[in-house]
């Protein structure tokens, strides 16, 4: 397709969704009076590809010993099947009647520049919380690459802030999630919806079609409950996430440190129903959480 026919496609999409959007904001604000509110949280995670995150290990401890001029010697690394059950990133997510929550883990296991170069598990935690239309609570810890710079590693640090939310950052319109009629998939025991199916079914309607990528990010939305209103607007409810190999090789995580994630990402925890302790809506739950260890040893849980 030439760049000439993608923008007509592009206009064309443009056009028929804003033709149909009074009619979605109407569906969408009538199933959220027929819902009643979500109490529900979420885990899922995402692992390396244990060969390939094995050989960048070795590469980055090699190149650490040569900086800090150390003997290069081979560190001792644990089994592939130890390497993939790394939690690479571990998403929590909460829904509570307004208030929503996603506390977020991201890990690698690279060369300590303050330890001789020994492999750590070195973690960065984020966190962002937000209370109905009211406020929102955000924060995180030192970026993994920046503990790690073999030059300059910086210590570990807390950003923390709460700040007021403007109401017209409220009244978004909701897009609508009907899970009716559409095929649903297994997550870990739990029945999800693909994103790509909601998405097709929408632009059906519209009258449009997009060729399936097998190679795209989709993401497996929960089918007793695919979005919820909460927080400043509405939230998708996630239970996993997959992607084709051209996104990322073999699910594993290159060098880049904080900014990558997992693309494969699978359920481990879901609870619908169940009280969710107040304090993980507050300034102090989410100071807890960033106050983890951010070195670990290199299988080491939490």
């Not at 060969?51 to 592939?80: G, Y």
């Not at 598990?121 to 995180?140: D, F």
């Not at 297994?186 to 399936?212: E, K, N």
């Not at 106050?291 to 849980?301: H, I, R």
Request: charged fraction near 20%; include cysteine.
């Amino acid at each position: 397709m030439t760049t000439a026919a993608f923008r007509i496609h592009l206009s064309r999409l443009a056009i028929a969704l804003t033709a149909t959007a009074g009619t979605l904001t109407v569906q969408a604000q009538a199933q959220t009076q027929a819902q009643p509110p979500a109490r529900i949280r979420t885990v899922r995670a995402g692992h390396a590809h244990a060969p390939a995150f094995r050989e960048n290990i070795l590469m980055a401890v090699s190149a650490c010993q040569v900086v800090k001029h150390l003997p290069e010697v081979a560190p001792p690394l644990p089994s592939d099947a130890e390497l993939g059950a790394v939690d690479i990133i571990r998403i929590e997510e909460l829904f509570d009647g307004p208030n929503y929550a996603i506390y977020t883990t991201t890990a690698t296991i690279w060369p300590d520049p303050t330890a001789g170069c020994t492999p750590r598990q070195i973690r960065r935690y984020s966190v962002a919380i937000e209370l109905g239309c009211t406020s929102r609570i955000y924060g995180g810890t030192t970026l993994i690459g920046n503990l790690v710079d073999l030059t300059n590693p910086e210590p570990p640090d807390i950003t923390l802030r709460t700040e007021a939310v403007r109401s017209t950052q409220c009244s978004r319109p909701r897009r609508p999630y009907d899970p009716t009629g559409l095929p649903r998939d297994d997550a870990s025991g739990t029945p999800c919806i693909w994103m790509s199916a909601f998405m097709a079914r929408s632009l059906a309607g519209a009258g449009l079609s997009v060729p399936a990528d097998p190679d795209a990010l989709d993401l497996c939305l929960y089918a007793r409950q695919p979005a919820v209103p909460a927080g400043r607007g509405q939230h998708i409810v996630v239970l996993e996430t997959r992607s084709g190999n051209r996104a990322l090789a073999g699910n594993w995580l290159p060098a880049t440190l904080g900014a990558a994630e997992a693309s494969v990402q699978k359920l481990l925890l879901i609870a619908d129903g169940t009280a969710i302790p107040s304090t993980r809506f507050e300034v102090a739950g989410a100071r807890a959480f960033l106050e983890q260890p951010v070195k670990l040893g290199m299988t080491e849980k939490q």
